[in-house]
């Protein structure tokens, strides 16, 4: 389960798992075989067109009888047919991960050639060795391997014991067969569901073990595309122990407990931790009379601004308030359970959660399963707002943007009397709107004389989510590289000597608050952007809104279409037209681009003109007011994006009169 409350979930795991055993024997002791006279498998013509393809993944946990509890086994078996030389660089070794929560026990491989001969690869090659990560692994490399062959690999790990989990169908090259089973004793049900295809559990029951088998077919590639969401779109399974012979009518880890757990987690303050949470709030200025919103917006800054975090602290008492109050160190269950004493103390309604990140793998209500619940956040019912606890670089309103559109469970109380308990709400976090993200760009731009290099003065303001990530490179970033920082956020030069002045201003962190964006002025004359032909001269104009993201090549799409957050980019290019001169092709920064559907326009990209004596304003507008598109609307989603690029290679002819 989570590890934010594993330490109180697991002794409940072992009771359990060890409260009824079986004289019986598990039928298996994970017997996956491969074939004693193997044959090469024939592909379509498809599928000969790919580097390698995987015939058979064949994955099983295996609950074996120990005493009073049981050994888990996870066995895992790759069939892969090399096409050509990449797949033979791509499938010449593997590795397998090792670490003190897993023992590898049984280790085989083999290459299997065209003309039929076997080649098996000796268990004196099984090396164990240290990844680019530094963290443990063994290292299998394959013989004999040649294109047209196919190489096979059979192996059981020893996990430690767990009671829920899941399973990705993902190998960067297609699969034709992918195949899950747990065999567990009959005692423990399991709950499962197949997301994008493959299936949930089928289940029998022979020799007082449940078999539970799932499987997926004709298991696309699939690339992270841009502008997607690619690993919640993969092929899995995800299952979790529901009932036990203890009480079979009695769902276990539900969402129930889960609001239970988090309750006990982290509240059920003694009176000693709230005398140190008041203090606290003295030291900030806190009164109990101030406005709500106030409140959590001086409690919030103060926390993230004075308190760091770690996870990787091993001392015992590093979560006691008093340690971080005087130490202002703790780990991210720490901070998060001082956060919410705060907020409690100062009489601030909320409701602390756990949620999936948009970009990860996502819960499902039906199964109730807590894996995916990875990121705390705290929802604040009068407000009707969100915030991020342990994300120390954003404030409210704000919160990382993967927690956007993402589901979890939020900790209802009640109370009785002088009993209080605790409720699920299953609820998902709305987007921030367009209008609170925005990245402007103003502009004006003058030629010196006599080589009519261009004299760029320009301001860039990122607001909201457009702010985030930039903020930290002011705040914290090394000072001597600030000018190539403010370099490749303008786009408009790869020289640093281009850049005449800059400056930046209201990096705060606390500018997200009030939403002040964050702005970047800078003076640049990049000799580049003006080209001479004959008697004309060349400015490349588009070049001034920077370097865009291009997707001319990019007709298949076999992801639906998301982006990170609705978002907004107006621009303002005003031209000092030189004495003598005239723009003689206005009209090509003229664009218009729009995406509907029904009356709403989802994005668009539009850019036009006005001349006003030497005076030449070109006003550009570009924006994402939804974040998802289905596939169906791909192209039109890519003609917008492409137009931005176009816009890019804009180019003036600046003539004489």
Request: glycine fraction near 6%.
């Amino acid at each position: 389960m989570k590890s934010y409350l594993k330490s109180s979930v697991l002794p409940a795991i072992f009771c359990l798992l060890g409260a009824y055993t079986y004289a019986a024997e598990s039928p298996l002791k994970y017997p996956i075989k491969w074939d004693e006279k193997p044959a090469l498998h024939p592909l379509s013509d498809s599928l000969k067109k790919e580097a390698a393809v995987y015939i058979l993944e064949q994955r099983q946990i295996e609950f074996v009888e120990n005493k009073d509890s049981y050994d888990m086994y996870r066995t895992v078996h790759h069939l892969i047919h090399l096409n050509d030389e990449k797949g033979v660089e791509a499938f010449n070794t593997f590795s397998i991960p090792s670490g003190s929560d897993r023992k590898l026990v049984e280790v085989k491989a083999r290459t299997i050639l065209p003309g039929g001969r076997i080649i098996e690869v000796p268990s004196d090659k099984v090396k164990e060795v240290k990844n680019e990560d530094n963290e443990p692994e063994y290292k299998i490399a394959m013989e004999g391997v040649e294109q047209g062959a196919e190489v096979e690999l059979i192996y059981t790990e020893e996990l430690s014991l767990q009671t829920s989990g899941w399973e990705v169908f993902f190998f960067g090259v297609p699969a034709l067969t992918g195949t899950f089973r747990m065999i567990v004793p009959e005692h423990l049900k399991f709950d499962s569901k197949g997301f994008n295809g493959f299936s949930g559990f089928t289940d029998s029951v022979a020799n007082k073990f449940h078999f539970y088998s799932s499987a997926g077919y004709n298991i696309p590639k699939l690339e992270d595309e841009t502008y997607s969401r690619f690993r919640p779109n993969l092929e899995r399974i995800d299952y979790k122990l529901s009932y036990t012979a203890a009480d079979g009518t009695v769902r276990h880890y539900t969402w129930a407990d889960l609001a239970k757990k988090l309750y006990e987690r982290y509240y059920g303050f003694t009176d000693k931790e709230m005398r140190i949470v008041q203090n606290t709030l003295d030291n900030i200025g806190i009164r109990l009379e101030d406005k709500e919103e106030k409140k959590i917006i001086a409690i919030e800054d103060y926390l993230k601004t004075n308190i760091l975090m770690s996870d990787k602290l091993t001392d015992d008492n590093v979560e006691a308030f008093k340690e971080i109050e005087s130490k202002k160190l703790t780990t991210e269950k720490g901070f998060v359970r001082f956060f919410v004493a705060c907020l409690s103390a100062a009489g601030v309604q909320h409701e602390l959660g756990l949620v999936s990140g948009r970009y990860s793998y996502q819960m499902d209500e039906s199964i109730e399963m807590w894996d995916h619940l990875s990121l705390f956040a705290i929802y604040f019912p009068k407000l009707q707002s969100y915030i991020s606890p342990s994300a120390v670089n954003f404030r409210y309103p704000f919160f990382p943007y993967m927690m956007g559109g993402a589901t979890g469970i939020f900790c209802k109380t009640t109370s009785f009397g002088t009993v209080t308990s605790a409720l699920p709400d299953i609820r998902t976090i709305p987007h921030l709107p367009m209008n609170r993200n925005q990245n402007s760009i103003t502009s004006e731009v003058k030629f010196s004389s006599p080589d009519m290099v261009p004299d760029i003065k320009v301001t860039l303001a990122f607001k909201g989510y457009n702010s985030s990530g930039i903020r930290e490179l002011f705040l914290y970033g090394n000072k001597d590289k600030e000018r190539e920082e403010i370099m490749a956020l303008t786009g408009i030069t790869d020289k640093i000597t281009d850049i005449v002045s800059s400056s930046v201003e209201d990096a705060d962190l606390k500018n997200f608050t009030v939403e002040k964006p964050l702005k970047i002025n800078v003076e640049v004359q990049p000799p580049q952007l003006m080209e001479k032909a004959g008697p004309k001269y060349l400015f490349k104009v588009g070049q001034i809104i920077g370097k865009q993201v291009e997707m001319y090549q990019d007709e298949h799409r076999a992801l639906p279409i998301e982006i990170e957050y609705m978002h907004s980019l107006p621009r303002v290019i005003k031209i000092i037209i030189p004495d003598g001169y005239k723009i003689s092709n206005p009209e090509v920064v003229r664009m218009k681009v729009m995406f509907h559907q029904g009356d709403k326009d989802l994005c668009g990209f539009t850019s036009d003109y006005t001349l006003d004596g030497r005076v030449m304003t070109i006003n550009v507008n570009e924006f994402y007011d939804a974040i998802s598109y289905p596939i169906s609307s791909y192209e039109p989603f890519r003609k917008v994006i492409n137009a931005s690029a176009d816009f890019s290679k804009a180019t003036l002819i600046l003539q004489k009169i």
